[in-house]
């Protein structure tokens, strides 16, 4: 169980267009959803909290224009990342907490990397 | 605000040899979670063992234990009998009472488990 999608695996796009990454989670509801993102050979930084059926909360530092997270359904949240620019690419991953699990655990998806030409 | 620190950027031991990574964490708050995740090189994050704060009791799964140290701020993960699928990055990671935050990652181990 818990098991979380993510959709594409892999992007490229041109430097000032858009890009769609969705996250799913397949075999349970998320109310909670969290996009984090990863650049080589680095950590993975939070950059928002996303909660269905309301706004998302963004960290210090993340544009929220730019970055557009929309939690339409308890188990699909997607992360939009508008007029996008070379330094926008990186590694791109969702989680999910599983309500039914009390341990605050989160369940990643497999990442999307995003590269801006 | 919380911090996770891994003082070991790169490890490497031979299989089957026993490997202990390092975590330190600083918080105010009581009541957390704390996790180490593993990331092949697939780059799928993988959970690999959770501690409450509120248990005394290190956490065991299978071959990987933990050794908490509350009052410490320390949060070690073992691996015995290392095997080549052990290969990874390793994360540190905390989390507030309640999971409703996003997780605090420290910086990372590389490991590599020599044949």
Avoid at chain 1, 33 to 55: C, D, H, I, V
Avoid at chain 1, 94 to 107: T, V
Wanted: hydrophobic content about 30%.
């Amino acid at each position: 169980g818990a098991v979380v999608s993510q959709h594409p695996s892999w992007v490229i796009c041109k430097s000032g267009t858009s890009v769609k990454i969705e996250c799913r989670s397949l075999d349970f509801q998320a109310t909670t959803m969290f996009w984090y993102r990863q650049f080589p050979k680095q950590s993975l930084m939070l950059m928002a909290t996303s909660n269905e059926g309301s706004k998302a909360t963004y960290e210090q530092g993340v544009e929220k224009d730019k970055f557009l997270i929309n939690h339409a359904s308890l188990t699909l949240s997607t992360l939009t990342v508008t007029s996008a620019h070379p330094e926008d690419s990186s590694f791109y991953i969702c989680s999910a907490r599983d309500p039914r699990q009390g341990g605050g655990e989160q369940y990643f998806g497999p990442g999307t990397r995003l590269t801006v030409t | 605000a919380q911090t996770v620190t891994q003082s070991q950027p790169e490890m490497s031991v031979q299989e089957a040899e026993t490997v202990t990574l390092s975590c330190t964490y600083d918080t105010s708050e009581s009541n957390y979670y704390l996790f180490w995740y593993k990331q092949p090189p697939s780059r799928q994050m993988i959970l690999v063992i959770r501690q409450e704060a509120y248990k005394q009791q290190n956490a065991t799964e299978n071959r990987f234990s933990v050794n908490f140290q509350k009052a410490a701020k320390s949060f070690s993960l073992k691996i015995s009998d290392s095997q080549l699928g052990d290969t990874a990055m390793y994360f540190c990671a905390f989390i507030q009472g309640g999971g409703a935050d996003g997780l605090t990652f420290g910086k990372g181990t590389h490991l590599i488990i020599q044949p």
